[in-house]
């Protein structure tokens, strides 16, 4: 049986991370980056597919928290005889991913279970184990190394091979620290100098308050605000600027089902979203690194831009099936790589033109080669917007004139437009004006259902998409026109489900895969935006509490969430969903407002 997502909280150091249970296993480990191979992949699995657990042997968790500002994790546990903490923190990197965890003793004594079993390349793998020599004072050590991997753990107390395992049994008392460093390093390097835990720890804690303590934001939601920022921080990979979607990979969309996607990549479409979140909060070195990125990612043949890229702005993304692993919930097959990559979605042209744009009005020097690079895009996607695509949501499936799509193209070609208008380039301010014209009026005619008195998935349909909540958050068209009001109603009558809304009716994704999925968190919190840009705060305040309320113990949210079963799903935590909570909140607070900024653009 799997442990819910609801259980796990992040550890991160920027560039890789790990979920640990609150019932103190670390089920989720990719070293030495979010998108190398997994040496603890119990997630996806069951124990032998690779863990680090330390716990009471006999024991029940009894509540846990981030410190204050941190990524520094305090679980408490209940044990026949005594009380226990065990803080968990992944140190920022100074030249390896460290694992730093300490046990304190709160009262009386408790007897304490330590199994670590890495498992390489997501659990396929049983490394040799060797003990050695400790670091730092302590007696007890193990090595585990396979192919081009290795992995240290440093131990206060004795360890026991226990099969392809290390394990201890041990007591801890009232007021005692027991400190245990896990340590990766490629197996043919000598390893680094292992950390001390509780100097990691406590520098760990300075560097994350200072950042934090950098936030701006004072609304009504503050506590709220730092956890997910802190989180798109996590998630940030710092060699390049790149932010990664989500920390898993292949966790369902639905329960036992098969859409089961590696989300350990950058996401164009993700960029304008996540610049307002960071730039609204004081974070312009994250925002400026990010678009910078961005422009690297796109540089090229536009022809050939991906719609998601590594975290080094690799483009080659191949996806693959791991047999071994039974999946999260026996949802299979648990796919790693993601072969949507190379998919022609129109909407990212018009993400990553209305990043730099922003980005630019936010007074974020723009790289000397931007302009060139923007202009080579627009040429091309001249030609580009007459044609079908696949859409926002990676739907495997016939390509159909989505309006989404079509709105974002629209945008490309505003912004391009107004960017010209300020450089004086007339010629090519009337080329783009003419192109945005043009689809507005498509858009309008083919792209909208007089008789639903809404907008429609696709050109033809009768159906809907949440993605349509986008046209009034772009500027496409005004939050009070007939033709958006009647969308954001016919979106609350159809798509919506206990105050949660979901991308669009699965049965009509014609993509061959079998239907179901949960509530699409990051669409919930555009109708939250779209409904206060149309003065209904009541209404807006109300699905945003709704929002809040199912995040976990710890502040996380994943991609969807099952209304049925009251439980999330997708992948964990997920970027887009704390990008939208930032952004709803500082809407809702009036407070640099993200929504009615960017379509007054």
């Not at 859409?259 to 609204?280: E, G, K, P, Q, V």
């Amino acid at each position: 049986m799997s442990t819910p997502l609801e259980d796990y909280a992040l550890l991160g150091d920027c560039q890789s991370c790990a979920l640990v249970s609150r019932y103190g296993s670390i089920d989720w480990l990719c070293v030495p980056n979010f998108d190398s191979a997994a040496c603890f992949a119990a997630l996806l699995g069951a124990p032998q597919h690779g863990r680090w657990l330390i716990a009471p042997r006999d024991g029940n968790p009894a509540g846990r928290r981030y410190r204050d500002g941190t990524l520094i994790l305090e679980s408490d546990f209940h044990a026949p005889g005594g009380e226990v903490q065990i803080i968990d923190c992944m140190p920022p990197r100074t030249e390896e991913p460290d694992i730093a965890r300490i046990v304190v003793g709160k009262r009386g004594k408790t007897a304490m279970r330590l199994e670590f079993a890495p498992r390489f390349d997501y659990g396929s793998i049983v490394p040799w184990v060797r003990r050695c020599e400790g670091r730092h004072g302590t007696k007890h050590a193990a090595t585990m190394i396979a192919g081009p991997d290795a992995v240290m753990l440093d131990s206060p107390v004795e360890l026991h091979r226990e099969g392809a395992s290390i394990v201890a049994d041990f007591e801890v008392s009232e007021g005692q620290r027991l400190a245990f460093v896990m340590s990766y390093h490629p197996s043919h390097q000598t390893a680094a100098k292992m950390p001390d835990a509780e100097q990691a720890i406590q520098r760990a804690e300075e560097w994350w308050r200072s950042w934090s303590d950098r936030c701006t934001y004072r609304g009504q939601w503050r506590e709220e605000v730092h956890r997910s920022l802190i989180v798109l921080k996590a998630l940030t990979f710092a060699p390049t600027g790149g932010i990664v979607a989500a920390a898993t990979a292949s966790l369902p969309e639905h329960l036992g089902g098969v859409r089961n996607w590696d989300y350990r990549y950058c996401w164009l479409r993700d960029a304008t979203f996540t610049l307002y979140a960071l730039r609204s909060n004081g974070y312009l070195e994250e925002a400026k690194a990010w678009n910078e990125w961005l422009l690297r990612a796109i540089a090229g043949d536009p022809a050939q831009m991906n719609i998601m890229y590594g975290i080094d702005g690799r483009r080659r993304l191949t996806e693959f099936e791991l047999p071994w692993l039974p999946g999260y919930e026996n949802s299979k097959p648990v796919r790693i790589g993601n072969a949507a990559h190379s998919q022609f979605q129109l909407d990212v042209f018009g993400e990553a033109i209305d990043a730099m744009y922003q980005a630019q009005a936010d007074g974020i020097e723009p790289n000397p080669d931007a302009w060139r690079t923007l202009k080579v895009v627009t040429k091309y996607l001249e030609h580009a917007w007459h044609e079908p695509d696949e859409g926002i949501w990676e739907v495997r499936g016939p390509r159909q004139h989505f309006t989404h799509s079509k709105v974002m193209a629209w945008i490309a070609f505003d912004r391009m437009t107004k960017m010209a208008e300020e450089k004086r380039e007339r010629r090519d301010a009337a080329r783009w004006k003419a192109e945005r014209d043009a689809l507005r009026a498509e858009i309008c005619a083919k792209g909208y259902d007089a008789k639903r008195k809404s907008f429609v998935q696709h050109y033809g349909a009768k159906h809907l998409d949440a993605s349509l909540l986008m046209i009034p958050l772009v500027g496409f068209l005004p939050p009070d026109d007939p033709r958006v009001v009647g969308t954001v109603e016919a979106i609350q009558r159809e798509l919506m489900h206990d105050g949660l809304v979901r991308r669009y009716l699965t049965e009509e994704t014609q993509d061959g895969l079998p239907a179901g999925e949960g509530a699409f968190l990051a669409c919930s919190f555009w109708l939250c935006d779209c409904l206060s840009l149309m003065n209904r705060r009541n209404e807006a305040n109300e699905l945003f509490e709704r929002l809040l309320a199912i995040r976990n113990d710890v502040g996380l949210l994943s991609e969807e969430y099952d209304i049925e079963k009251r439980r999330l799903v997708g992948n964990f935590p997920q970027a887009f969903s704390h990008v939208g909570l930032v952004n709803s909140a500082l809407n809702l607070s009036r407070v640099d407002n993200p929504a009615q900024r960017r379509r007054g653009m």
